[in-house]
């Protein structure tokens, strides 16, 4: 008993030391989402491509979504860019975009210059939409499932690395919960 | 020539001084308000709210455009009549804890706002305890009738 209360600073140094060291590799960049485990609000915005298409939340529903936040002043999006390409062609998951803070022209260019992988995207001009997600900043990606539920957010630019270690895993978490839902036939087509 | 001087470096102060404060007591846009205590208001939630992507900055600091658009959504929510904390609400839904300067108390915070208190606490039961622990007992060494008197041999030996 004794020489444990002897040893017990230098353990209580050594506890401290740790809990600093790992708040050296900490981002604090890195909030995590506010939004995780809530349905997409609701909005109300036209269609990027067509001024007199209205999309709602709705529209996101039914598929796995991922909803990727771009602009075209947004410089990780270029990078981001061939790797949504591929997710789009892959067909796994709906991609779509939400044109955030951004000109409808630039925007419809952009997407002509390079190419666009998006089902289509939500023009957010004013970045309301933005604020209802919390987004902070463009590039950031959404995972949303098939009952319109937000299930995980990614800030920064996907590339293969992220999406192994970040996408993949939620990706098949959903789509696992979805086959077992039809085979204990719940409906969850709503 | 010294009057001159005197007069355009009076100019330039009062230049500098009007300029300097017009421009820089608000790096932020110009919103009008109907009356001082929801100018005051606004004020004071743009200074109890942070930036979430300048994370050392309140919202009424920044420059960036999620602060200015947080800014603009903090002075339409007070134009609907909403209170403090419905506004502060809004924002903690959509940006988490993060968003308060000041965080609110619960179970991910605890450590937070009583750790200190209990750090304080851990030291002065420490001192206390160290102050109030009795002294080590000594042995009392007493000679023996023998002892006594080699002692005394020795003594007189050492005088000679």
């Known amino acids: ?190 | 020539m010294i009057n001159l001087l005197f007069k355009t470096s009076i100019g330039f102060l009062f230049f500098y001084v009007v300029i300097s404060t017009t421009v820089f007591a608000s790096p932020v846009d110009t919103y009008a308000f109907n009356d001082a205590v929801t100018e005051k208001r606004f004020n004071e939630l743009n200074k109890e709210l942070r930036c979430p992507k300048c994370q050392n900055q309140n919202l009424a600091d920044s420059n960036s455009p999620i602060a200015k658009d947080l800014r603009r959504e903090v002075y339409e929510l007070l134009h609907q009549g909403k209170a403090d904390i419905e506004i502060m609400n809004y924002m903690v839904a959509r940006y988490g804890d993060f968003v308060l300067y000041r965080p609110r108390v619960n179970s991910l915070t605890y450590v937070l706002w009583f750790g200190p208190a209990v750090l304080i606490l851990i030291g002065v039961l420490v001192v206390v305890f160290i102050v109030r622990r009795k002294p080590i007992e000594r042995k009392k060494v007493e000679l023996s009738v023998d002892e006594k008197d080699k002692l005394t041999a020795l003594l007189k030996d050492k005088d000679l």
């Open chain 1, 1 to 190: 008993m004794n020489t444990l209360i002897r040893f017990l600073p230098l353990i209580l140094v050594l506890a401290l030391g740790l809990v600093l060291y790992r708040g050296l590799s900490l981002d604090p960049k890195d909030i995590p989402s506010a939004l995780i485990g809530k349905p997409m609000p609701e909005f109300s915005l036209t269609k990027l491509t067509d001024e007199s298409q209205t999309i709602t939340q709705d529209d996101l529903k039914g598929k796995i979504s991922l909803l990727n936040v771009w602009g075209t002043w947004c410089v990780y999006c270029k990078y981001e860019h061939p790797y949504l390409v591929d997710i789009a062609k892959s067909g796994r998951v709906a991609l779509y975009g939400l044109n955030y803070k951004d000109e409808r022209i630039a925007a419809n260019q952009w997407l002509k210059d390079y190419e666009d992988p998006y089902v289509f995207s939500i023009f957010d001009e004013s970045g309301r939409l933005g604020v209802d997600l919390g987004v902070t900043a463009a590039p950031e990606t959404f995972v949303i499932d098939l009952n319109g539920i937000i299930r995980m957010k990614h800030v920064g630019p996907i590339d293969a690395r992220v999406w192994q270690a970040k996408f993949l895993p939620i990706i098949k978490m959903i789509e696992h919960e979805h086959q077992s839902d039809q085979t204990t036939g719940v409906n969850s087509d709503d």
